[in-house]
């Protein structure tokens, strides 16, 4: 096991509602990155956080943000829920920022929007 | 055209069995590239790094064409225990770039 941990396991939601993702990185591990992954395809990112900050991001609306805490540990939260953010949202944990380091990932949070 | 392209599959191949999976990338200035394995409805789990002089990890070898700009993955005397969607990762400045995955299924 990567020792990276999510919260919730599952979760269903309402179109318009919102949500808040949770994940604490590997022990000695200060960065955390998002991921979004429809069924059948790979993980897009959606941004990294360092040091509290935001250190990237992808394509995604601002409607997704996130937070980094002193821990390290972070959250994803989601408004305005729609249809297509039904995915699972994986967190990955490295040891240095940026992409080129190796990631390693929580077993993920499906969410469901109805 | 997408950045990181996979073939799909699925690679239907009996046990000991070597099989090769390929991957393109679009972005020349990439530096950084991974392979991870997915189990069905699992988190990816990191495979192993691409170096330019290729690299080899027990029955897996990985190599980089930086002037075709593809990526490989050889598995050698395949197990049951390797069926898995194969996630080929490039990085984009912060951004890692994941392909949709080869799936595999070795069968008995």
């Known amino acids: 096991e990567t020792g990276v941990t999510q919260s919730p396991t599952h979760l269903i939601k309402t179109r318009g509602q919102q949500v808040t993702l949770r994940c604490s990185s590997q022990s000695g591990h200060n960065t955390v990155s998002w991921y979004q992954q429809a069924l059948g395809q790979g993980p897009q990112f959606i941004f990294q956080y360092y040091r509290e900050e935001e250190n990237g991001r992808g394509n995604f609306p601002p409607r997704f943000s996130g937070l980094q805490f002193p821990n390290y540990s972070s959250e994803l939260n989601v408004n305005a829920l729609e249809l297509d953010d039904s995915a699972l949202y994986l967190c990955?944990?490295?040891?240095?920022?940026?992409?080129?380091?190796?990631?390693?990932f929580g077993p993920g949070t499906r969410l469901t929007v109805t | 055209r997408k950045e990181v392209e996979q073939d799909p599959g699925p690679f239907n191949v009996p046990e000991g069995a070597t099989v090769a999976f390929n991957c393109t990338y679009s972005?020349?200035?990439?530096?950084?590239f991974f392979w991870y394995r997915q189990d069905c409805r699992k988190e990816p789990k990191l495979l192993m790094s691409v170096y330019s002089s290729g690299n080899e990890d027990g029955r897996f070898t990985a190599q980089l064409n930086r002037a075709s700009q593809y990526i490989s993955l050889l598995i050698r005397d395949s197990k049951l225990s390797d069926s898995a969607t194969y996630l080929c990762v490039v990085n984009r400045g912060n951004d890692m770039r994941f392909g949709a995955g080869t799936r595999l299924t070795v069968k008995p």
């Open positions: 972005n020349s200035a990439s530096q950084s």
């Open positions: 990955a944990s490295s040891q240095i920022a940026g992409a080129g380091y190796e990631q390693y």
